[in-house]
């Protein structure tokens, strides 16, 4: 049996074994089931339940690379950071983040609140669900996990202190490669262009110069600006919900970086579901999503300006004009990072179920395009796109775009 003192990848059994060793609440039961659930492209999760008592908690451990390929070589100790990430995003959005119960560095792994009562978002609006208080919710932990965590809030010194803690150079290296170089280079010939869109790709991505340009900038302001504790991975594949709440889980990509890459990200998810949604023709979901990206946005900004009123601590953060010229800059980031989003999902090597279980090659085929065109608007002109109705502007011209 095993002591758990030394690092080893665990198995189903291996995981009811630790549990029982190291939750007080399961280490008498009798009957404990366990069954690995992880879906994403690194970690291994597992369900654990207390069949007697119905108790059930959640165990991530990292391995030593990706589940999504070998290639990508990595220390366990990311689940550190993944971890303490989420303590202190449960601290700045209470009720947003799932709880985590046992930190064990030794075996890079965590124990946490078991959220299968709710459903993954990602595959919830792959079924056309929607979701009233997402905006509300998501714009809450949004600026309190992002404001809170700058230099505008923080001690400086604290905040430089957070900014070494949370340097995690692996998980930043393979979204550099895979979110602001491959897509529009192919420069390790991993990328993946669904037939009959090849000539739409290279014109588009691998030929355009002036989006090289624009990338190159976005990809430095990644790697230097560290404005904020960022998620780092805000997909909807990294959320929970049901029609009353919203729970954001797996920020093993955090490091302080620009606040815009997570408002970014979630943008662009949106907008692959509304492809999805137009590509099956359905209008009320599609109208759904044209509702959220206008609330994310616009939300986003009400609250981001009376948040930083109610929590500036920095005294020449609290000059009128400059609190305008730093949102100004968010979300202008924003814009540029959720067109690198919307590339990469199309052409790189992590794609969205979105738009590959489109049935008909056809109606992928318009998704992708569509979300390629609204990538290319964004990254080219971020500056325009300071209002969730200007990222449906963007969205109408494409579409008139593809059905001409």
């Keep these: 049996m095993h002591t758990f003192e030394q690092y080893f990848l665990m198995n189903t059994d291996d995981v009811i074994q630790y549990v029982k060793a190291k939750i007080e609440s399961f280490q008498n039961a009798q009957q404990i089931t366990c069954k690995e659930i992880g879906d994403g492209n690194l970690n291994y999760v597992y369900r654990v ?25 990595l220390s366990t100790s990311r ?6 990430a989420l303590q202190l995003q449960h601290t700045l959005a209470p009720g947003l983040v799932t709880e985590i119960y046992l930190l064990d560095e030794t075996m890079s792994c965590c124990v946490m609140e078991d959220l299968s009562h709710l459903t993954i978002m990602r595959t919830a609006l792959a079924n056309f669900e929607t979701f009233p208080h997402f905006a509300e919710h998501i714009t809450d932990f949004l600026v309190n996990t992002l404001l809170r965590t700058s230099d505008v809030v923080l001690n400086h010194k604290d905040k430089k202190e957070l900014v070494a803690k949370f340097t995690n150079p692996e998980l930043c290296e393979i979204s550099e490669d895979l979110v602001f170089t491959e897509p ?6 991993r990328n993946e262009v669904t037939p009959g869109n090849e000539q739409f790709v ?24 560290s404005q904020s504790l960022i998620h780092g991975d805000l997909h909807t ?6 029609q009353n709440d919203t729970k954001v889980i797996d920020p093993e990509f955090a490091f302080f970086g620009p606040m815009g890459y997570d408002i970014g990200n979630v943008m662009a998810n949106l907008i692959f579901a509304f492809a999805r949604g137009d590509a099956y023709q359905n209008k009320e979901f599609t109208e759904w999503v044209e509702n959220t990206l206008f609330d994310v946005m616009d939300l986003f900004d009400t609250k981001f300006r009376i948040a930083w009123d109610d929590h500036a601590t920095e005294l020449v953060a609290k000059n009128v004009d400059f609190k305008e010229h730093y949102l100004q800059n968010i979300l202008k980031d924003t814009a540029g990072m959720a067109g690198l989003e919307l590339a990469r999902r199309i052409v790189g090597l992590a794609k969205v179920k979105d738009i590959t279980t489109i049935e008909s090659i056809e109606n992928r085929l318009k998704a992708e395009r569509l979300c390629l065109r609204v990538a290319v608007e964004l990254i080219l002109n971020p500056s325009e796109f300071q209002t969730g109705g200007q990222y449906l502007t963007a969205l109408q011209n494409a579409l008139q775009e593809e059905n001409k």
């Design 49 to 73: 339940v207390n069949e007697e008592t119905k108790e059930s908690v959640i165990v991530k451990q990292a391995g030593t690379t990706a589940r999504i390929s070998d290639e990508f070589v």
């Design 202 to 225: 290279q014109t588009h991505l691998y030929e355009n110069e002036a989006l090289h340009l624009e990338v190159a900038k976005l990809k430095f302001q990644f790697m230097n600006n």
């Design 79 to 84: 689940n550190k950071i993944e971890t303490e």
């Design 237 to 242: 594949g990294s959320i929970f919900i049901d």
């Design 184 to 189: 529009f280079h192919n420069n390790f010939n």
